[in-house]
């Protein structure tokens, strides 16, 4: 086995919710709290009819980093997604009318530009409705601390009034995940054989949590194929993703990028003639 090293990562949990709306009255900054909001809510405002479709927390996420290529985004603490269903809402409430509230802080939402995610664990699309014709139910981003005393609730803010939604995000108030990990893979194969790349990782942190990565392929086509090891504390796993030689003459080096939380890496098989291909090697994460 190879090289470990350690980054969190975090399981995410979808939820579909109720829409629990509760007086509050929007703040930006730390200091805001749930309590104090509430005192000083309008209590004859209708509430926006606004559902809450799923949340997840996740500490990293896979998103595009070329067209054809995989890259992964971590979180600075942890990442909190929240689906909304704005389409009945009127008027329809813009993104920046939204904030995650945690005990005495505020979140606003991340607008992201260069590293759009893929594979979520939320439905739809990231919330825009300022864009035409955009349809009004999306998820929006916030990136939080790792480890939150409270579970954060959804805040939105219309003139001078201000309603909350409860999330089901029991996760964020837990403890992160760790990870040690390997990748390994035949150092030769034969031509037109398909052979698998094995990613192996331990889960050494404190709260269960996923491990998420790719594998960008450079042939025969360039793409990425992404997995998921799902692990509780102290617990192990490993995923595989299938790769072919197909019509690849002996002598050709077939290269792998490999993206995970923690660092990048690759590996490298050879083709030769088939009575000299089989053995199987680790490589290093580093």
Same mark, same amino acid.
């Given at each position: 086995?190879?090289?470990?090293?350690?980054?969190?990562?975090?399981?995410?949990?979808?939820?579909?919710?109720?829409?629990?709306?509760?007086?509050?009255?929007?703040?930006?900054?730390?200091?805001?709290?749930?309590?104090?909001?509430?005192?000083?809510?309008?209590?004859?405002?209708?509430?926006?009819?606004?559902?809450?479709?799923?949340?997840?927390?996740?500490?990293?996420?896979?998103?595009?980093?070329?067209?054809?290529?995989?890259?992964?985004?971590?979180?600075?603490?942890?990442?909190?997604?929240?689906?909304?269903?704005?389409?009945?809402?009127?008027?329809?409430?813009?993104?920046?009318?939204?904030?995650?509230?945690?005990?005495?802080?505020?979140?606003?939402?991340?607008?992201?530009?260069?590293?759009?995610?893929?594979?979520?664990?939320?439905?739809?699309?990231?919330?825009?409705?300022?864009? @035409? /014709? &955009? %349809? =009004?139910?999306?998820? $929006?981003?916030?990136? #939080?601390? +790792?480890?939150?005393?409270?579970?954060?609730?959804?805040?939105?803010?219309?003139?001078?009034?201000?309603?909350?939604?409860?999330?089901?995000?029991?996760?964020?108030?837990?403890?992160?995940?760790?990870?040690?990990?390997?990748?390994?893979?035949?150092?030769?194969?034969?031509?037109?054989?398909?052979?698998?790349?094995?990613?192996?990782?331990?889960?050494?942190?404190?709260?269960?949590?996923?491990?998420?990565?790719?594998?960008?392929?450079?042939?025969?086509?360039?793409?990425?194929?992404?997995?998921?090891?799902?692990?509780?504390?102290?617990?192990?796993?490993?995923?595989?993703?299938?790769?072919?030689? @197909? /019509? &690849? %003459? =002996?002598?050709?080096? $077939?290269?792998?990028? #490999?993206? +995970?939380?923690?660092?990048?890496?690759?590996?490298?098989?050879?083709?030769?003639?088939?009575?000299?291909?089989?053995?199987?090697?680790?490589?290093?994460?580093?």
């Amino acid at each position: 086995m190879g090289e470990r090293l350690h980054m969190p990562s975090r399981r995410a949990y979808l939820a579909t919710l109720t829409t629990l709306g509760l007086a509050g009255c929007l703040g930006h900054s730390p200091g805001s709290t749930t309590e104090s909001t509430t005192n000083t809510a309008s209590d004859t405002a209708s509430r926006p009819a606004l559902t809450i479709e799923a949340t997840a927390v996740q500490y990293a996420y896979r998103h595009i980093q070329n067209v054809d290529w995989n890259a992964i985004r971590t979180a600075d603490g942890q990442f909190v997604f929240v689906t909304v269903d704005a389409r009945d809402a009127d008027p329809t409430p813009g993104r920046d009318a939204f904030t995650l509230v945690a005990a005495a802080e505020t979140f606003n939402p991340i607008v992201i530009e260069h590293t759009y995610p893929v594979d979520l664990d939320v439905p739809k699309g990231s919330y825009r409705p300022d864009q @035409e /014709d &955009a %349809d =009004p139910r999306g998820w $929006l981003l916030f990136d #939080v601390p +790792t480890h939150l005393d409270t579970e954060p609730s959804l805040r939105l803010e219309r003139d001078t009034d201000s309603w909350e939604w409860a999330l089901d995000t029991e996760k964020a108030t837990t403890p992160p995940p760790a990870w040690e990990w390997t990748v390994s893979a035949p150092e030769t194969v034969a031509p037109n054989e398909t052979f698998e790349i094995t990613v192996s990782a331990e889960n050494v942190g404190d709260g269960l949590g996923t491990f998420r990565g790719a594998v960008n392929f450079s042939y025969p086509l360039y793409r990425p194929k992404g997995f998921d090891i799902v692990l509780t504390p102290g617990e192990s796993g490993e995923a595989t993703v299938s790769a072919s030689s @197909e /019509d &690849a %003459d =002996p002598g050709r080096e $077939l290269d792998y990028g #490999v993206r +995970t939380p923690t660092e990048e890496s690759g590996v490298s098989v050879t083709v030769v003639e088939a009575s000299r291909s089989g053995s199987t090697s680790s490589e290093r994460t580093a």
